[in-house]
């Protein structure tokens, strides 16, 4: 790369900045980004494209400041980046990679010192009604995609709460409303675009760059940059469903209604379930919010009529749609977070087992938090042999679920604070909380080693948990597609094929 010589001048000095400073030469890096063909497209700290973006995380606590975000328009954008970032004289570039910012993962999609890609302007959805597919860019929230397809009277399985993004969702897994009947999100990818470490754009698909389309499906970024999927679209009926709010004093009826549920997914794929236990200090007050939503419209339908017989605080079930209902799923943003994962045998005394975790841990938080505004919550939800069982016909994926043949749910521990002060308290109550039902799991033989990447901490491996076959696709797959290692070592975030 040639540069003019008044940028020779800037990057002397910030060379000597970035050296002293952190080791990383972050800031030269930006010189060379603001100098290239994108260089309108990079963003520095305080202007507003920056300060937009940086609040714009979910988790405050994720708010990391980089030296500066890239944020590209086009796939072609995003290869230039790439080629600057690994090809520069300012190397070694860190960088990190952000569709919608939702992760509590602290690094997984932002970085300081270094660069961001943030792939926020790259969120158009489209709809090709000939081949019944939608067409839909990494940054994109869940809430737009829905937009987007509802006047045309289809939908694709996406995220339940609306302002997750499409690009991390996918490549974990994916999770919907509709996994019963159609399976998880990413098994209905038929194509994507993705930007190699060289900067190369190809298109992935089962007939091209086979074990690449298998790889990305909870690979994560282990390979490159995904700069659009091409996602399998169905008829959109609508829906009826809410959010039912229960006292926590109904616990022991609940989680037999659960339980059973769960069992009973298969009898009518169109119920989804979550149940979500959560204290708020601001009221005092422990309650079960359950939002129960049925996929195409049919008031009352019988899948839920243990649910029905559990007298509730309120609930606001009605028709519906999609976009309304994963909307009304959102939680509030501006706070600290973090999350803990794991998956169990249904076992109704496991379930129990988490609620008095959880309650326990209320307990401590209210003697122990220095802020007073706090919420510690567990979330279940079904994980059925059911969502994965025509994964191998479509092309596979890396998540190694066929080995579990019975029914299982995930836990997710979902702790948020205001204060930074509480910081050390809220992580530490997160991984006891994980590690004590995971310690009675394996005690009572309900325990698996599976953790939903979407959901996992850093501290956590969700990748060893795909079994060691797929670890030796991914770590193939990954050296097939980036030799050099760039999305290992100059991508330090999220979570690492060559760390296991």
């Known amino acids: 790369m040639k540069l003019t010589p008044t940028a020779v001048l800037l990057l002397g000095a910030l ?3 970035s050296l002293g400073q952190s080791g990383h ?3 030269l890096c930006c010189a060379f980004l603001s100098n290239s063909t994108i260089g309108d497209r990079i963003a520095f700290p305080n202007s507003t494209a920056y300060e937009d973006s940086v609040h714009s995380y979910f988790g405050v606590n994720a708010q990391l400041e980089p030296n500066c975000i890239v944020q590209p328009l086009s796939a072609q954008d995003v290869s230039a980046a790439v080629k600057t970032l690994t090809t520069s004289d300012a190397g070694p570039c860190f960088f990190a990679i952000r569709s919608g910012g939702h992760t509590t993962s602290v690094g997984a999609s932002n970085i300081s ?7 926020s302007l790259l969120n158009n959805t489209t709809y090709n009604a000939d081949i019944g597919t939608a067409f839909i860019q990494p940054g ?3 809430a737009s995609v829905f937009e987007t397809l509802l006047p045309l009277n289809v939908t694709v399985p996406g995220g339940r709460t609306a302002p997750v993004g499409v690009g991390g969702f996918l490549t974990g897994g994916g999770n919907s409303f509709y996994a019963a009947r159609v399976g998880l999100s990413c098994d209905n990818i038929q194509s994507y675009e993705v930007v190699l470490a060289s900067g190369e754009i190809i298109n992935v698909s089962r007939d091209s760059h086979a074990d690449l389309f298998k790889a990305l499906k909870g690979g994560s970024s282990n390979f490159g940059i995904v700069t659009q999927f091409e996602l399998k679209a169905f008829p959109s009926e609508g829906m009826w469903g809410g959010i039912v709010v229960y006292n926590i004093s109904a616990t022991n009826e609940y989680l037999s209604a659960a339980s059973n549920f769960i069992d009973n997914i298969p009898n009518d794929p169109y119920a989804s379930w979550i149940g979500m236990f959560g204290y708020n200090s601001t009221t005092d007050q422990t309650t079960i919010f359950t939002p129960l939503d049925y996929t195409k419209p049919v008031e009352r339908p019988d899948a839920f009529s243990d649910f029905y017989a559990i007298p509730n605080i309120s609930d606001t079930l009605r028709f519906s749609n999609v976009l309304e209902l994963t909307t009304e799923n959102s939680q509030a943003q501006g706070y600290r977070n973090i999350l803990q994962t794991g998956t169990y045998l249904n076992r109704e005394d496991v379930l129990h087992k988490v609620v008095d975790i959880l309650n326990r841990q209320i307990e401590q938080a209210k003697v122990s938090a220095q802020g007073t505004d706090f919420a510690p919550m567990v979330i279940i939800q079904p994980w059925i042999p ?3 069982k025509d994964s191998e016909d479509r092309g596979g994926n890396v998540l190694g679920l066929e080995r579990f ?4 749910f995930m836990v997710l521990w979902d702790y948020s604070w205001d204060n930074e ?4 308290l809220f992580y ?5 909380a994980q590690a004590e039902i995971d310690e009675y799991a394996q005690s009572v033989g309900a325990y698996t080693d599976f953790i939903y990447l979407n959901y996992a901490n850093g501290t956590q491996t969700p990748l060893q948990g795909y079994g060691a076959d797929n670890l030796a696709f991914i770590a193939q797959v990954a050296d097939k597609y980036d030799p050099e290692g760039v999305f290992q070592t100059l991508v330090p975030g999220g979570f690492k094929i060559s760390k296991g």
């Open 428 to 432: 530490k109550l997160a991984e006891s």
């Open 386 to 388: 059911l969502f994965w």
């Open 421 to 424: 002060a509480d910081d050390d």
């Open 25 to 27: 030469n972050a800031d």
């Open 405 to 408: 043949t019975e029914n299982l």
């Open 140 to 142: 994109a929230r869940w």
């Open 15 to 17: 060379a000597k900045y």
């Open 113 to 119: 010192p270094g660069v961001t890609i943030d792939l």
